[in-house]
């Protein structure tokens, strides 16, 4: 039995879609127990009336909620009684496994490494999203709040997100590249260039060298290693470019008579393909490195999210990443001694 | 009258599209003069049986060529007589006003620091391809080989762009903004966070603060500012996403008999709708801030990219962009007094 806690007031179409989510699962899977946290009296009404395991769904009332646009530390400090902070807590001290939110990516980053805390000798814990490719997805590691990392971070970020795809997302033998601009090893930053070597010489991941932006999308591949405003920027470029492309590609259709026919045939076929394009069927972006694990889903999550990002602890507690995670740190500082 | 270098040798399609591309550039505009650099013989053999201006439409001879996949720096300093390098030599000269070249970037990089030289005051001069938006272009500067910026090549940068799109693009006031992981003025990294009150004292541009990488191809801004490695990143994956998500629509459109059909119905108008998400229309890249200018094109530049790329560089001498760009540094050495 695992037992995941569900901020039921964070993202767009809290509390409705987040409790949905929560229901699905539990319903999904017999081992799964859910803790929704917010108003009790807003996560009741959401409850009243829907088919669900009653022993397997409890709530956790908190009365504050953190908004979007508060400042992160300021907003973990002082609301105490907000469904991100009682949530946590909650990992804290062992009554869940997990915590997912689709609440301020922000809180939950700042919240993440504050109460939830690191995993003795993790220096800095990556959000690890999920991005889609031609070939399935890639992790993109990191996307965090933290920018300016050293070499020593991202080593760690490749070992952490080689574990998480092999054992979550099971790819075996997770090839695991630097983003680079250019392929040659003696290409990049003065970052890359320190990093590079030590890449090469772990001998727990298979590092595949550089990989350049434009073979991202092609699946180039399965752990994409890069600084946090590196990663930001690939990670908002993708959503932004997507979107463009796929709001031209409408607007043509409706150019004619006859597009606007052809429109009609394509369609279902377009939107099938399209859906392949779209990571979050995957569930969240994990937080790793931490005592416990903390989900990110997007702001804009609906209950099919949430179900998946629930079922994802499952899996990552299962498999015991964390465990994985520990002993890959010490595997690191053997190889230091 | 204008006299452009245009590299015959270097490209996918060199020499007979370069060639192709002159013709038409001198058979547009009367005021435009070519040399070809490159292999006499195969330049002449492109020429022979066409119709243009022989007045207008010179060869300089070049015997070696520089291959995409040669360390710059070296082939510069030993092909002496490349077309690259022969080509640089006529702007260095004064023989030319301006070198086309859709060949190796880096030695076109390295070629226009080393041989053109950079004009008095400029740090360092940026690469600054056109991107498409769902606006129009905007430009991204830099894009070049030269990574870890400091805060005063940004300010450069800006005021740089901001002549040329304002200049040779033709937009009144360009808006001015910094990438960045966030909208607020305290987010991002030490370089952005240098940066910021730098471009925020700028009287001569018209700065809009950061634009995060969702908003690039929604055309948030005319200048996107940034270093050369984030700039890599983002017009790599620019080229990446797009690419995959044309070939994931047509392979959508060839599942069923019924979406094939359609896809046959929407196909022109979305050919049509595609090409306004192509930037290449308006020629190549500048590399801005020398003592002339070099324009790198698409490796894979066919006759029209070339013919832009030559058309570019006249409306760029007839605005006086580098007297511009001077007096700009005037008044940035002004400001530091």
Redesign the interface.
């Known amino acids: 039995m695992i037992k995941v806690a569900v901020d039921a007031m964070g993202g767009d179409y809290a509390p409705s879609q987040m409790v949905a989510g929560a229901i699905a699962a539990a319903n999904l899977r017999k081992d799964i127990q859910v803790v929704l946290v917010g108003r009790k009296e807003d996560v009741e009404k959401e409850l009243s009336g829907k088919d669900y395991p009653h022993d397997r769904i409890q709530i956790a009332h908190a009365s504050e909620v953190i908004a979007t646009e508060e400042p992160p530390v300021n907003a973990i400090r002082k609301k105490k009684d907000s469904s991100i902070v009682v949530g946590m807590n909650l990992v804290k001290k062992g009554e869940a496994d997990a915590f997912v939110s689709a609440g301020s990516s922000g809180a939950v980053l700042v919240g993440g490494q504050v109460i939830v805390g690191r995993i003795k000798g993790v220096e800095r814990p990556p959000l690890a999203p999920l991005i889609p490719?031609?070939k399935g997805v890639s992790l993109l590691i990191d996307c965090g709040a933290n920018?300016?990392a050293r070499p020593s971070h991202l080593v760690q970020f490749a070992r952490m997100g080689s574990i998480y795809m092999e054992h979550v997302m099971g790819v075996k033998n997770p090839r695991v590249a630097i983003?680079n601009?250019g392929a040659e090893e003696e290409k990049?930053?003065?970052l890359?260039k320190e990093t590079f070597p030590l890449l090469k010489a772990c001998t727990d991941i298979n590092f595949t060298g550089s990989i350049?932006?434009?073979?991202?999308?092609?699946g180039g591949a399965d752990v994409i290693v890069c600084e946090?405003?590196?990663g930001?920027?690939?990670?908002?470029?993708?959503?932004?470019?997507?979107?463009?492309?796929?709001?031209?590609?409408k607007?043509?259709?409706m150019?004619?008579l006859?597009?606007k026919?052809?429109?009609?045939?394509?369609?279902?076929?377009?939107?099938?393909?399209?859906k392949?394009?779209d990571a979050s069927q995957y569930g969240g972006a994990p937080l790793l490195g931490l005592k416990g694990l903390v989900v990110k889903t997007h702001g804009n999550s609906k209950a099919n999210e949430v179900c998946n990002s629930i079922i994802q602890c499952v899996t990552f507690k299962e498999q015991g990443i964390n465990e994985k995670i520990k002993e890959s740190l010490s595997i690191e500082t053997q190889e230091q001694n």
């Open positions: 490719t031609e920018v300016d983003v601009i990049g930053n003065a890359v350049e932006a434009r073979e991202i999308p092609h946090a405003f590196v930001n920027v690939i990670l908002k470029l993708y959503e932004g470019v997507g979107a463009t492309l796929i709001s031209k590609v607007a043509g259709m150019t004619s006859k597009s026919i052809g429109a009609l045939l394509v369609k279902p076929a377009l939107k099938e393909t399209l392949s394009f």
